[in-house]
């Protein structure tokens, strides 16, 4: 067997297309979507992933804002840097970029953001809308995921999907809308005994755990379909997901590939949630003066 490789690039484009559409209308109406990225500190992984970001919103009429502050930067600072963020109605979505430097509590600051503006889908009150099935804005990731497997016609409702990891980021998010599309999902981490035999029961597997190739051919079930959200980065300086790919397109029907698969669709969601954020207020906007 040779799995069909699922290529987010080429989905993702799909959507920013889309959006650009629905972008260049409500700039036509006076509204220009804005996404408001902060930076503390000097990661370099999270520069790459804040210009990206920064960069895509460009690609389809959107503004974006990069607020930069230094390392040593205080949570009281912080804090009232997103107040701010908060009460600016030219901005719609606000994203805070993880991880941030030891002396900041992540949690405090993901629950500054003003839920309408979370387009991150952290928030606590997103998280509870997740939880029930209510509208809210999800993480991008999970929901990048769902999206593709809708591209690809998988059928997930009476499907049993395993997902390795159990981050409020990916993991946990990713169960709830696996289950809210009727699939039995188990959850896997690292005090899971015999994972191999928990993730071969997967019709479809979702392996998220930052750790290079954990996955291998022989834990995968002969057809499953595998979506590799992992990015690591090897001693030689190229990229590898959780799952050893190689071994794995032999045995799976569907499998992403890292880079190319499921990166490109976070940010196509990111901009998906701005996109979105921006309509919902200026829609609260003609009510009000209606």
Same mark, same amino acid.
């Given at each position: 067997? &040779? ?7 080429? *989905?993702?484009?799909?959507? #920013? ?16 979507? &804005? ?48 107040? #701010? ?21 992540? #949690?405090?600051?993901?629950? !500054?953001? !003003? ?51 159990? &981050? ?46 954990? *996955? ?75």
């Amino acid at each position: 067997m &040779s799995a069909r490789i699922i290529d987010g690039k080429a *989905i993702a484009e799909g959507f #920013r297309k889309s959006y650009a559409a629905s972008v260049a209308r409500l700039r036509e109406r006076g509204v220009v979507p &804005s996404l408001a990225v902060v930076i503390v500190g000097d990661n370099p992984a999270s520069k790459v992933y804040v210009r990206n970001k920064a960069l895509a919103c460009e690609k389809v009429g959107m503004h974006s804002q990069v607020h930069a502050l230094p390392a040593d930067t205080t949570q009281r600072h912080l804090l009232d840097f997103v107040r #701010r963020l908060n009460a600016d109605p030219a901005v719609h979505g606000i994203l805070v970029q993880l991880p941030l430097p030891k002396q900041l509590d992540p #949690r405090a600051v993901i629950e !500054a953001v !003003a839920p309408h503006k979370d387009v991150d889908g952290f928030h606590y009150r997103n998280a509870g809308a997740l939880l029930v099935g209510g509208p809210a804005f999800y993480p991008c990731t999970p929901c990048g995921v769902m999206k593709m497997l809708e591209h690809e016609g998988v059928e997930v409702e009476g499907k049993h999907a395993v997902v390795v990891g159990r &981050s409020t980021i990916v993991g946990k998010p990713m169960a709830l809308l696996l289950l809210a599309a009727g699939a039995t999902v188990t959850i896997c981490h690292s005090k899971t005994r015999d994972l191999g035999a928990m993730t071969r029961q997967g019709d479809i597997l979702v392996v998220a755990v930052g750790k290079a190739r954990m *996955i291998d051919a022989s834990m995968i079930k002969p057809g499953a379909i595998v979506i590799d959200v992992g990015v690591n980065r090897l001693p030689d300086g190229k990229l590898a997901g959780d799952v050893d790919f190689e071994g794995a397109s032999r045995v799976a029907s569907m499998i992403t590939p890292v880079p190319g698969g499921v990166g490109p669709m976070t940010i196509a969601m990111l901009l998906g949630n701005t996109l979105k954020a921006a309509e919902l207020a200026a829609a609260s906007a003609s009510a009000a003066t209606a």
